[in-house]
């Protein structure tokens, strides 16, 4: 009933920059979450941001001042700016989003991940 549309992943240098971009689309009612984990290879999958549809923002420790989460209520589009970037953060970056509709409930829904490199 809901798919996510991941977009912005790639390869960056250390200390560059990348937007991460997730669409939510489908029978929405209301979005209650969105938010950004990743998995890098021989870790477990963390949270790296989340944002809930009043505004609130979470952050992983790692990320803070670096990541910032933010959301187009009007396009149930989550972004995720990412400076600074360092060669730890190389992971493949998911979306996840929390939605409810009428016929569902409330269910969690992944994006189809994306890989972010960081590298010379």
């Known amino acids: 009933q809901v798919q996510l549309v991941e977009s912005g992943g790639g390869l960056v240098q250390p200390g560059g920059s990348l937007r991460l971009s997730c669409a939510a689309s489908?029978?929405?009612?209301?979005?209650?979450?969105m938010g950004w984990y990743r998995q890098a290879p021989g870790q477990q999958r963390e949270l790296v941001a989340a944002i809930t549809s009043g505004g609130s923002t979470n952050y992983a420790a790692s990320v803070k001042g670096r990541f910032s989460i933010s959301q187009d209520n009007a396009k149930n589009t989550a972004y995720m700016q990412m400076g600074s970037l360092k060669p730890e953060d190389t992971a493949v970056y998911s979306c996840n989003a929390n939605v409810y509709s009428w016929n569902t409930g409330s269910v969690t829904y992944w994006g189809q991940g994306t890989q972010v490199t960081v590298s010379s």
């Open positions: 489908g029978r929405i009612v209301k979005i209650n979450n």
